[in-house]
């Protein structure tokens, strides 16, 4: 269910909108900044789908360190690009397959022991591993199986444990494929100016998904409050590594909005520094939040996010010659 849902309703600021083509601006767009991630995207998937083929079976066992190599490098390609909500990955749930988070009762260690206990082995068909539970089949649950120290000690037969594991695997590689190849083959995203409307938005929404869900969800209010196991990636020690890549992935998008008429430096200046700050924090941040002389520094953070997000709310419809409407964070 959708569990999030803000309105960032900005009306066009400024004595005058930039006139811009839409359709231009769009080929350029997809050109240098979705179909590249895409296709890294892809390539990462395919990678992995790779080294569960050859790294993981139940006579030999599984090559942890070569598979959890493979995952972070999939998963870092996915924090380059998730913010895109538009297009070819808002098709058959494929946002949600990719990665279940934020995630709610247990969902994704549900959906594993679901796969773990069943009885046949037609489940892992990719077929039908597509019609099982989403929160079964993503990132956020191989991440529980590579990384996860109750599921690693746990008696899984190893053969279970590598059917999994491939299942998602092949399921992340065929969605990733899919979604590059479609955008290659110029999707229909309906009318200029909308689609327009819409990227920005996305592009407006990863500030929440980054100051709401991923830092003030797990700081809380007090250091007392602090919930440290809500954080993305903590099991892989990835907590920070996601941020600052969803943080570059805004920089570079806003870069293409950039242009001698339209100087947007100060959003980018924010930027860097929100940046800066993020690179200076541990792989996993969250065990901060709990500590009240460290807590300063996500604060910090959540500071320099929301003051790039209010520059940005200003820029980017001026930029673009729009009105951004609402934007949803779907979560289970």
Same mark, same amino acid.
């Given at each position: 269910?959708?569990?999030?849902?803000?309105?960032?309703?900005?009306?066009?600021? $400024?004595?005058?909108?930039?006139?811009?083509?839409?359709?231009? %601006?769009?080929?350029?767009?997809?050109?240098?900044? #979705?179909?590249?991630?895409? +296709?890294?995207?892809?390539?990462? !998937?395919?990678?992995?789908?790779?080294?569960?083929?050859?790294?993981?079976?139940?006579?030999?066992?599984?090559? *942890?360190?070569?598979? &959890?190599?493979? %995952?972070?490098?999939?998963?870092?390609?996915?924090?380059?690009?998730? %913010?895109?909500?538009?297009?070819?990955?808002?098709?058959?749930?494929?946002?949600?397959? !990719?990665?279940?988070?934020?995630?709610?009762?247990?969902?994704?260690?549900?959906?594993?022991?679901?796969?773990?206990?069943? @009885?046949?082995?037609?489940?892992?068909?990719?077929?039908?591993?597509?019609?099982?539970?989403?929160?079964?089949?993503?990132?956020?649950?191989?991440?529980?199986?590579?990384? @996860?120290?109750? !599921?690693?000690?746990?008696?899984?037969?190893?053969?279970?444990?590598?059917?999994?594991?491939?299942?998602?695997?092949?399921?992340?590689?065929?969605?990733?494929?899919?979604?590059?190849?479609?955008?290659?083959?110029?999707? +229909?995203?309906?009318?200029?100016?909308?689609?327009?409307? *819409?990227?920005?938005?996305?592009?407006?929404?990863?500030?929440?998904?980054? $100051?709401?869900?991923?830092?003030?969800?797990?700081?809380?209010?007090?250091?007392? &409050?602090? *919930?440290?196991?809500? /954080?993305? $990636?903590?099991?892989?020690?990835?907590?920070?590594?996601?941020?600052?890549?969803?943080? *570059?992935?805004?920089?570079?998008? !806003?870069?293409? #909005?950039? @242009?001698?008429?339209? +100087?947007?430096?100060?959003?980018?200046?924010?930027?860097?520094?929100? #940046?800066?700050?993020?690179?200076?924090?541990?792989?996993?941040?969250?065990?901060?939040?709990?500590?009240?002389?460290?807590?300063?520094?996500?604060?910090?953070?959540?500071?320099?996010?929301?003051?790039?997000?209010?520059?940005?709310? /200003?820029?980017?419809?001026?930029?673009?010659?729009?009105?951004?409407?609402?934007?949803?964070?779907?979560?289970?």
């Amino acid at each position: 269910m959708r569990f999030l849902l803000i309105a960032i309703v900005v009306a066009t600021v $400024g004595s005058q909108a930039y006139a811009i083509d839409n359709t231009a %601006f769009l080929k350029k767009t997809s050109a240098e900044f #979705i179909i590249p991630r895409y +296709d890294a995207l892809r390539d990462a !998937m395919e990678r992995q789908r790779a080294a569960w083929q050859t790294s993981c079976d139940g006579a030999s066992g599984a090559n *942890r360190a070569t598979l &959890r190599t493979s %995952f972070k490098a999939a998963a870092d390609a996915w924090s380059s690009i998730e %913010f895109i909500r538009i297009g070819p990955i808002s098709k058959n749930n494929r946002h949600e397959r !990719m990665a279940h988070w934020p995630e709610r009762k247990n969902a994704v260690g549900k959906a594993l022991t679901g796969l773990t206990n069943r @009885d046949d082995g037609e489940v892992f068909q990719p077929r039908r591993f597509s019609e099982t539970s989403v929160a079964g089949q993503g990132l956020s649950a191989l991440e529980r199986l590579l990384f @996860d120290d109750g !599921m690693l000690s746990s008696n899984m037969p190893v053969g279970r444990y590598c059917a999994i594991g491939r299942a998602i695997a092949g399921s992340l590689a065929t969605i990733a494929s899919d979604v590059a190849g479609e955008w290659r083959q110029s999707p +229909d995203l309906g009318e200029p100016r909308e689609t327009v409307t *819409r990227l920005a938005t996305d592009l407006l929404g990863v500030y929440q998904m980054v $100051g709401d869900l991923k830092l003030e969800a797990i700081m809380g209010d007090s250091a007392e &409050r602090a *919930r440290p196991a809500l /954080a993305e $990636g903590w099991r892989s020690g990835r907590t920070t590594h996601a941020i600052v890549l969803n943080l *570059r992935s805004i920089e570079a998008f !806003m870069q293409l #909005i950039s @242009d001698p008429a339209n +100087d947007n430096g100060s959003v980018l200046g924010a930027l860097a520094t929100a #940046i800066r700050i993020a690179e200076g924090l541990p792989a996993d941040f969250a065990p901060l939040a709990e500590d009240p002389r460290q807590r300063y520094r996500l604060i910090l953070l959540l500071d320099a996010v929301r003051a790039a997000r209010d520059l940005s709310l /200003a820029f980017v419809p001026q930029a673009l010659g729009i009105t951004v409407g609402f934007n949803s964070l779907d979560g289970d």
